[in-house]
């Protein structure tokens, strides 16, 4: 199984995971997606290591980050990437592309913007395309980076004004990608409603809409692409393409690069006739459930209490709901009815769990993911791992003696068997994982911070 995941904070919104899931099954692909929230791109390094990950996708606010850090590693870093100065995908293990074994660090956002070139504005155009640019951050710089290439391939023009709340901002931007096939001038956000018809193609880049673009009348061959999936515009004449368009095909191309496959021609098509919005749609079909999962030691009981305790959810811990349900300890359960019937024990707590109303937060048994049932119901709800290492688990259990399955001689031994543990289990916490938490040096409280600031939306308030 491939492992991959998106990062950044936050980043529990993500529908690459939704995407990637998708496309894995559409092209015959086993792969796994998580999102990781963490607070540097380098600490996303780390933890993409611990996790053998192979392919990361990033977004705001490290994509700029990210590309500095690449480039400082001496990694394969591409041109859309250097052009733009971001990097949105790092294929950890690549083989074919630049030829090296090192990390292959790009820009699929740029990869993208050309396609949508290719396929809206071909490639017989001798005026000048008349562009709209709305926005000077980086969705913009990508746009731009897209048309360089994209001119200097086959010789298209783009007359651009880059329209921002800012102009200094949007300068910036002009004296970096003027050039051969791109001018570049700027203007006041408040004058595209009065210049709109004088486009033949919009971008865009901004991430609040205002009022002004919530409903637009274009001119009859007038092309307006969304970099916004949050609310679509309302658009009469023209084609509009919208921003669900833009993430599905810059994750198709991440796709591409992640795996070395060919993708079907037909696949394009489908995306551009926007028959795979559904795919978006479904992300808050879960129930209002947060399981926290991950190894003995992660911190799943603690925060789990402390993260109710500031929610209006009820907290349940199903080791205790199982020692309630069979007037046993854990560790009496392992002892005398064995692993294989405390994981059946899991399951039916599970079921309980799902079957009651309201918001819950649940701290799982670390080894809840090994019976694919037990796995199959944690989607039902949105799944936290929280990480730590081996070390940091066994540091933090010393001198606790009531997990069965960790009976040692000392920490080190802890740590032997907790490595164990992790390696069997690993790839089946990263399959049901919804967001990925690293714990190491930060206190539980703080966890609970970021994860309130996460799962708002979804789940709490
Ligand atoms: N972020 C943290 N930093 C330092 N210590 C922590 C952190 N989170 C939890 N701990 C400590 O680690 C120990 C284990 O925590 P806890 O019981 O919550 O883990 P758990 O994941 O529920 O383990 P199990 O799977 O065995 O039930 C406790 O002593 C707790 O105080
Ligand atoms: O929301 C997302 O998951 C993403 C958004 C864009 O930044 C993309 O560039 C990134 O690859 C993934
Ligand atoms: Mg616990």
Same mark, same amino acid.
């Given at each position: 199984?491939?492992?991959?995941?998106?990062?950044?904070?936050?980043?529990?919104?993500?529908?690459?995971?939704?995407?990637?899931?998708?496309?894995?099954?559409?092209?015959?692909?086993?792969?796994?997606?998580?999102?990781?929230?963490?607070?540097?791109?380098?600490?996303?390094?780390?933890?993409?290591?611990?996790?053998?990950?192979?392919?990361?996708?990033?977004?705001?606010?490290?994509?700029?980050?990210?590309?500095?850090?690449?480039?400082?590693?001496?990694?394969? *870093?591409?041109?859309?990437?250097?052009?733009?100065?971001?990097?949105?995908?790092?294929?950890?293990?690549?083989?074919?592309?630049?030829?090296?074994?090192?990390?292959?660090?790009?820009?699929?956002?740029?990869?993208?913007?050309?396609?949508?070139?290719?396929?809206?504005?071909?490639?017989?155009?001798?005026?000048?395309?008349?562009?709209?640019?709305?926005?000077?951050?980086?969705?913009?710089?990508?746009?731009?980076?897209?048309?360089?290439?994209?001119?200097?391939?086959?010789?298209?023009?783009?007359?651009?004004?880059?329209?921002?709340?800012?102009?200094?901002?949007?300068?910036?931007?002009?004296?970096?990608?003027?050039?051969?096939?791109?001018?570049?001038?700027?203007?006041?956000?408040?004058?595209?409603?009065?210049?709109?018809?004088?486009?033949?193609?919009?971008?865009?880049?901004?991430?609040?809409?205002?009022?002004?673009?919530?409903?637009?009348?274009?001119?009859?061959?007038?092309?307006?692409?969304?970099?916004?999936?949050?609310?679509?515009?309302?658009?009469?004449?023209?084609?509009?393409?919208?921003?669900?368009?833009?993430?599905?095909?810059?994750?198709?191309?991440?796709?591409?690069?992640?795996?070395?496959?060919?993708?079907?021609?037909?696949?394009?098509?489908?995306?551009?006739?926007?028959?795979?919005?559904?795919?978006?749609?479904?992300?808050?079909?879960?129930?209002?459930?947060?399981?926290?999962?991950?190894?003995?030691?992660?911190?799943?009981?603690?925060?789990?209490?402390?993260?109710?305790?500031?929610?209006?959810?009820?907290?349940?811990?199903?080791?205790?709901?199982?020692?309630?349900?069979?007037?046993?300890?854990?560790?009496?359960?392992?002892?005398?009815?064995?692993?294989?019937?405390?994981?059946?024990?899991?399951?039916?707590?599970?079921?309980?769990?799902?079957?009651?109303?309201?918001?819950?937060?649940?701290?799982?048994?670390?080894?809840?993911?090994?019976?694919?049932?037990?796995?199959?119901?944690?989607?039902?709800?949105? *799944?936290?791992?929280?990480?730590?290492?081996?070390?940091?688990?066994?540091?933090?259990?010393?001198?606790?003696?009531?997990?069965?399955?960790?009976?040692?001689?000392?920490?080190?031994?802890?740590?032997?068997?907790?490595?164990?543990?992790?390696?069997?289990?690993?790839?089946?916490?990263?399959?049901?994982?919804?967001?990925?938490?690293?714990?190491?040096?930060?206190?539980?409280?703080?966890?609970?911070?970021?994860?309130?600031?996460?799962?708002?939306?979804?789940?709490?308030?």
């Amino acid at each position: 199984m491939l492992k991959f995941a998106v990062v950044g904070s936050p980043i529990y919104h993500s529908k690459s995971p939704l995407i990637f899931a998708k496309f894995g099954s559409r092209l015959g692909v086993s792969c796994s997606y998580t999102r990781l929230r963490v607070s540097s791109f380098e600490e996303a390094l780390e933890l993409s290591e611990h996790l053998r990950i192979d392919g990361i996708n990033i977004t705001a606010p490290f994509k700029e980050d990210a590309f500095r850090v690449c480039k400082a590693r001496g990694w394969g *870093v591409s041109e859309t990437a250097l052009l733009s100065g971001a990097v949105n995908t790092v294929a950890f293990r690549r083989s074919t592309e630049m030829g090296c074994a090192n990390p292959f660090c790009t820009n699929t956002d740029v990869l993208a913007i050309e396609k949508f070139l290719r396929r809206y504005i071909g490639t017989g155009s001798s005026e000048c395309v008349k562009t709209a640019l709305l926005g000077a951050g980086g969705a913009a710089r990508a746009v731009l980076a897209a048309m360089t290439l994209y001119g200097q391939d086959t010789g298209t023009k783009f007359d651009v004004t880059v329209f921002n709340r800012t102009v200094g901002k949007a300068s910036l931007l002009a004296k970096k990608f003027a050039g051969d096939h791109v001018t570049v001038s700027t203007a006041k956000l408040e004058e595209f409603p009065t210049r709109l018809e004088t486009f033949e193609l919009i971008l865009n880049c901004l991430s609040v809409r205002p009022e002004e673009l919530r409903k637009l009348e274009l001119g009859k061959n007038a092309v307006f692409i969304d970099a916004n999936y949050r609310e679509r515009v309302e658009v009469t004449g023209g084609v509009y393409v919208p921003g669900e368009t833009w993430l599905l095909a810059q994750g198709l191309e991440a796709f591409r690069i992640f795996t070395e496959k060919d993708i079907d021609p037909n696949i394009w098509d489908e995306i551009f006739d926007n028959s795979w919005e559904h795919v978006l749609k479904n992300s808050r079909s879960k129930k209002p459930v947060v399981f926290l999962i991950g190894l003995s030691g992660t911190g799943k009981t603690t925060v789990g209490r402390l993260l109710a305790a500031v929610t209006d959810a009820e907290h349940v811990d199903t080791d205790v709901l199982i020692e309630e349900r069979t007037g046993m300890s854990v560790s009496e359960i392992f002892e005398k009815l064995t692993e294989t019937r405390f994981r059946e024990l899991e399951t039916v707590v599970l079921s309980d769990v799902l079957r009651k109303d309201g918001a819950q937060i649940v701290s799982t048994g670390g080894g809840i993911v090994l019976k694919a049932e037990n796995r199959q119901q944690l989607t039902e709800g949105h *799944v936290i791992w929280l990480w730590a290492g081996p070390d940091e688990c066994a540091s933090r259990l010393a001198g606790t003696t009531d997990r069965p399955l960790l009976k040692a001689d000392g920490v080190e031994e802890t740590v032997c068997k907790l490595k164990v543990m992790l390696n069997e289990r690993l790839d089946l916490y990263f399959s049901v994982a919804d967001l990925v938490v690293p714990t190491e040096g930060r206190t539980p409280e703080e966890i609970v911070q970021i994860l309130s600031e996460e799962l708002e939306t979804y789940v709490i308030g």
